[in-house]
């Protein structure tokens, strides 16, 4: 059965807790929208419906919203051909919050929460539930790579249970 959606919010409401030590605003709406899709995932096998139960905990004022719903966005319209290109979404991403005028150049030389989330929920969406893909298309995407794919497989995982993830992360690691 599906998780209540009290649940999710319940674990949203952890995250901001927990996080607002040490975040405030849409760096902390990141967390919170990270911590209701892992509320979700073990109840849930399709990626945005996942995706979908995250949103619901960001406020709609939040630029965490903003960006999130930007990239479902470009990935619904991507979809509509039937093949999915995310290096396309990864452009809009870059486009619109590294390389865009009102970014200020903030994102030269470090990762800043709204790219680091684009990239993640990017990652989510076009891994297609897989935890392979996630993973390489986390890395690949650029930026905080050791993070964003931390974050994304490990929703996978959760979504896949240890029984659905592949042996290559499963099976007992060997000297050869």
Not at 35 to 62: H, I, R
Not at 118 to 139: F, H, N, R, S
């Amino acid at each position: 059965g599906a998780v209540a959606p009290g649940m999710r919010q319940r674990a949203a409401d952890l995250a901001g807790a927990c996080g607002s030590v040490t975040n405030t605003g849409y760096a902390l709406h990141a967390a919170q929208f990270y911590a209701a899709m892992y509320a979700a995932a073990p109840f849930e096998t399709n990626v945005e419906t996942v995706v979908a139960k995250g949103l619901e905990v960001v406020p709609v004022s939040s630029r965490s919203h903003e960006v999130i719903q930007n990239v479902v966005n470009w990935y619904q319209a991507d979809k509509a051909d039937d093949v999915l290109n995310w290096r396309s979404t990864q452009e809009k991403i870059y486009d619109n919050y590294v390389d865009a005028a009102g970014s200020h150049n903030r994102y030269l030389g470090w990762v800043e929460s709204t790219v680091n989330l684009a990239m993640t929920t990017m990652a989510i969406l076009y891994g297609q539930g897989e935890l392979d893909p996630t993973v390489e298309i986390a890395i690949n995407g650029g930026f905080d790579s050791d993070c964003n794919p931390a974050t994304a497989a490990g929703l996978v995982g959760l979504m896949k249970g240890y029984s659905g993830l592949p042996t290559s992360v499963t099976s007992a690691a060997s000297n050869t």
